[in-house]
């Protein structure tokens, strides 16, 4: 026998062993990877190529596509491109998308317990929220309450610690917030009206232009980096700190639950992974961008630095407790996740204390380091 034919049987023989025992051969490859391609249309809040949070949701996007080698194909859509910001809920609870990124406090009023996934008032930490959400118990709460509306919610992205807010006029007394029509979603605002202010729910895309136009009078936006391109400083020239509204902003990327469980375990863990990944890196990009960002807006558009006083702080305090009052007694499901925050807050917050916390505060002291 010539060595070419040889090679040649050989080849045969060893596809038709291959195939002989239930394997894929290279004649079915073509129509088994065409089998295993997966297709997600993701749709979003936040406006295309926004700072941060819809980069961070495109880089998502890009990265599961990029880690499958194109096997998972990923359509994303920013807000408006397919469906309306507010919309993106419950196109992907009804199948008719298959995944969004969004604040899941955005629905909160479907149930009050989608604001602890991603910041309730004097709540957790970025550090703190992954302790949680990770070994304290939250992520099975947050499978529960998904799970009751054909969801699946996986961490994946953080803006950190929030600040205060863009207003038009100081604010020294919990007094100035009486009447005040401000932008503030989740349970912020409802603390905020508890204290007599007029919260008002929009898109990120939309806030400039109220802003701008007076129909409201002041916004929380995310931090420095965000706040410098959307250009609040044009309409409002006072920026508080520190925001207790939202002290550790978690992002979503929420899936069609059928889908979800469609999803082979790799895939899934696939996806965990390339969510998991934007988790760190937005907020890395956040910590990485604020500070210079903050510089300039106070040296180039005269930008005047505000920190809420203490009186005020305690006026967030009291009124916080009553609108979570409200929230443990909306369910059962509700007082479990909130009892699980609190907990959270006791536990991984006590560590932070005499850790992070303890030794930023000497770190400053010792290197005269303040606001």
């Known amino acids: 026998m010539k060595r070419r034919d040889f090679i040649t049987g050989a080849a045969v023989g060893t596809a038709a062993t291959v195939l002989s025992s239930g394997k894929l051969v290279q004649a079915q490859q073509a129509p088994a990877a065409m089998k295993d391609r997966v297709e997600i249309a993701v749709v979003t809040t936040w406006p295309r190529d926004f700072p941060g949070l819809g980069t961070g949701a495109q880089r998502f996007a890009k990265r599961v596509q990029d ?13 408006g491109e397919r469906v309306g910001a507010f919309d993106s809920f419950d196109e992907v609870a009804s199948g008719n998308a298959q995944a969004y990124h969004a604040a899941d406090y955005y629905w909160k009023g479907k149930h009050p317990g989608w604001a602890y996934f991603t910041s309730v008032p004097f709540g957790l930490t970025y550090t703190e929220f992954n302790g949680w ?9 947050w499978d529960e309450l998904a799970g009751e509306f054909g969801l699946k919610g996986l961490m994946c992205g953080n803006t950190g610690v929030q600040m205060g807010g863009w207003f038009r006029k100081e604010i020294n007394t919990v007094d100035d917030l009486k009447g005040l029509k401000m932008r503030i979603p989740g349970l912020g605002g409802d603390v905020m009206a508890k204290l007599g202010a007029s919260p008002v729910s929009l898109p990120g895309g939309q806030i400039y232009e109220n802003l701008v136009s007076g129909a409201i009078d002041a916004t929380e936006g995310v931090g420095p980096w965000n706040d410098e391109v959307m250009k609040f400083y044009e309409a409002a020239k006072y920026y508080y700190y520190p925001g207790m509204h939202e002290p550790g902003s978690m992002l979503s990327a929420g899936f069609n639950k059928k889908f979800w469980e469609s999803l082979s375990k790799s895939d899934q863990a696939l996806i965990e992974a390339a969510a998991g990944m934007e988790n760190d890196v937005m907020m890395s990009e956040y910590n990485a961008k604020n500070g210079a960002a903050l510089a300039r807006l106070r040296r180039d558009q005269g930008v005047q630095l505000r920190k809420f006083n203490d009186d005020i702080y305690d006026s967030f305090g009291k009124a916080a407790d009553e609108v979570f009052a409200g929230v443990v007694g909306h369910s059962a499901l509700a007082r479990r996740i909130h009892e699980s925050f609190v907990k959270a807050r006791e536990e991984i917050g006590g560590w932070s204390n005499v850790s992070d916390q303890a030794y930023v505060a000497q770190r400053n002291r010792v290197l005269g380091m303040s606001s």
Do not use: N, P
């Open 133 to 141: 959400v990770r070994f304290g118990g939250g992520q099975e709460l």
């Open 67 to 79: 880690m499958s080698d194109g096997r998972i194909q990923v359509s994303y859509f920013a807000a």
